[in-house]
């Protein structure tokens, strides 16, 4: 039988309800259509850092470079570690090492899901940058503590990195509704921002098919309210589709149910499948997180290791689930409510 080896990291926070949710629905559809799932979970979190001083082993990354993907919850416990100490340990060099290029998180109202819109037909496809630009972590900090205290972040925009996020876009505009929107700030960033245009431009020529808009970000973030039925791919730089795409989960009825996936596109590292939502402190603990996000995040992973007809499945069970009404009311629902819902939908 064919097996797929899965490197799981719960995290801190909900990241353990979602985590266990998604692994029982992952394993019920593995089962249905004949393929196996191997899970090796890495203890790697806030707790872990607290009893070794470490987000994770020093060889953490070589470990994972092993599997065929990873599933992960959330990071970060702010009451306890600096999340800037916890993100920078664990989830951003892991998609920095394994050239995780190309974030993708869907926003779309499933069915029986009430929205805070009135258009409830929106479709949009998120493609986020995910290893440099804003994230890039280059800077410092000069005369720390004094008034001549000077603090510099550098955004790093390279033309492989751009080239490469937004060539992946116009592919998957060319494969959805031919149109994509790219957002920038170039009115106010005259350097990576204007470059960013000037590359959209050059490769809109190579994809005549595919409908090129472009927007500041300020602008898109209104669009997304006002106009979401216009948009259909849209990419974005690290930051601005940070933002955008919490944005685009709560058009979708909340961060419960906002999914994505970080995707080597060259399969040379493996790839990585996680909520958008984070740790959610207020209400770790209470049993009450929406696992939505996260089996879908499972049903990204399963399309990208190639077991389609396991996601397609996944997906409908969902779908079937919310449209019976469960999971819909934000914290009306237990975790492992929904999560039956969703497994008794699927067999
Ligand atoms: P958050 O996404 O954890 O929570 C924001 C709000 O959304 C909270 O009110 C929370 O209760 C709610 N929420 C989130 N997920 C939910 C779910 N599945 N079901 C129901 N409600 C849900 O954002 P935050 O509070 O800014 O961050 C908390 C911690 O998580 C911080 O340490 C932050 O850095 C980290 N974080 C990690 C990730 C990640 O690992 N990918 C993403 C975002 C935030
Ligand atoms: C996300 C999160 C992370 C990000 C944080 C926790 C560093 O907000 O995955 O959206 O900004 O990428
Ligand atoms: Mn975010």
């Given at each position: 039988m064919k097996t797929y080896s899965i490197a799981l990291i719960p995290g801190d926070g909900?990241?353990?309800d979602v985590t266990d949710a998604a692994w029982s629905v992952l394993q019920v559809a593995a089962k249905t259509c004949g393929f196996a799932l191997n899970g090796t979970e890495f203890p790697w979190s806030c707790e872990f850092y607290r009893k070794t001083g470490r987000m994770m082993p020093e060889d953490g990354i070589e470990t994972l470079r092993t599997f065929d993907a990873i599933l992960l919850g959330a990071v970060g416990w702010p009451a306890e570690v600096p999340d800037a100490v916890s993100l920078h340990g664990l989830l951003l060099p892991i998609r920095k090492a394994f050239?995780?290029?190309a974030n993708i998180r869907?926003?779309?109202?499933?069915?029986g899901v009430q929205g805070?819109?009135?258009?409830?037909?929106?479709d949009i496809l998120c493609i986020r940058e995910n290893t440099e630009g804003e994230y890039s972590g280059a800077g410092g900090?000069?005369?720390q503590g004094t008034n001549?205290?000077?603090?510099?972040?550098?955004s790093i925009f390279t033309r492989t990195g751009v080239e490469r996020i937004?060539?992946?876009g116009f592919e998957q505009a060319r494969s959805r509704r031919g149109k994509l929107a790219s957002v920038t700030k170039s009115n106010a960033q005259k350097y990576s921002m204007v470059f960013w245009d000037e590359i959209t431009d050059r490769l809109s020529a190579e994809f005549p098919d595919v409908e090129v808009s472009s927007y500041h970000i300020d602008a898109m973030a209104a669009r997304m309210v006002m106009a979401p039925e216009s948009l259909d791919v849209v990419v974005a730089s690290n930051l601005f589709g940070d933002i955008l795409t919490d944005l685009g989960a709560a058009i979708q009825g909340g961060l419960g149910f906002a999914a994505s996936a970080n995707i080597n596109p060259r399969r040379d590292a493996p790839s990585m499948f996680e909520p958008v939502h984070g740790s959610a402190p207020d209400i770790a603990g209470l049993g009450i997180a929406n696992p939505i996000a996260a089996i879908w995040?499972?049903?990204m992973m399963l399309d990208h290791l190639g077991e389609k007809d396991a996601a397609a499945r996944i997906i409908a069970a969902m779908e079937t689930a919310t449209a019976r009404g469960i999971g819909i009311s934000p914290g009306k629902d237990r975790t492992e409510t929904i999560t039956a819902g969703i497994i008794a939908a699927l067999s």
């Open positions: 909900i990241g353990r050239v995780q290029y869907p926003h779309r109202l499933l069915p805070p819109l009135r258009a409830e037909a929106f900090r000069v005369h001549d205290e000077v603090a510099v972040e550098t937004l060539r992946f995040s499972g049903a």
